[in-house]
């Protein structure tokens, strides 16, 4: 792996920040367990297949690892920004967070969206999870569903899928990629 570019340093710090806002749920600056724990609760709320214990472990090795990074005891509950964005930077670039993380995320994502289990993401079941996270911006919805389906046959394969959280997690990805999966469940 090559060293990143200064300019590239900065982007990935720039994504990170867009991803501590949005996780920062009072917005006080500091990024507490509970909060960080919200949004796979948010998930597992909203998703029917039953991917609750692993998709929480996985969260939380997420959270301890990021400690450890920026040398904060486990357990610890409550992280500054600047260290937690300091933290998941060296934590992104772990094979953990390839291996591991990334496809454990995009699996959860997929399974809850994927109403009638026919391992394909129609724009319906995308406006339904979009609609359960608390948005409804329908030109956001059509947008984001026709950026993922890169062969443009109308749905979204668990390959298409994969690659678009990939991008969206990894910090080479656009930086507008947190709304796009995310959004507005806060
Ligand atoms: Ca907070
Ligand atoms: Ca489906
Ligand atoms: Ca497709």
Redesign the pocket.
């Given at each position: 792996m090559s060293v990143p570019s200064e300019s590239e340093m900065d982007r990935a710090m720039r994504k990170w920040k867009m991803l501590f806002e949005f996780l920062d749920l009072d917005g006080d600056g500091f990024l507490k367990l509970e909060e960080f724990m919200e949004f796979p609760t948010q998930l597992i709320k909203v998703g029917k297949v039953d991917l609750g214990s692993h998709l929480a472990k996985v969260y939380k090795s997420h959270w301890d690892k990021v400690c450890q990074a920026v040398n904060l005891p486990p357990g610890q509950q409550k992280i500054g920004g600047d260290l937690w964005i300091k933290g998941f930077h060296v934590v992104n670039q772990s094979k953990w967070f390839q291996s591991n993380f990334v496809p454990t995320m995009s699996k959860a994502f997929f399974d809850s969206m994927d109403k009638n289990g026919n391992n394909l993401i129609s724009l319906e079941e995308w406006r339904e999870h979009y609609n359960l996270m608390g948005a409804n911006d329908e030109e956001f919805i059509r947008q984001s569903f026709a950026k993922m389906?890169?062969?443009g046959?109308g749905?979204?394969?668990r390959e298409?899928f994969d690659h678009a959280f990939w991008s969206f997690s990894n910090y080479h990805g656009p930086d507008k990629d947190f709304s796009f999966l995310y959004n507005k469940f806060k």
């Open positions: 389906d890169e062969n046959d749905e979204i394969s298409e």
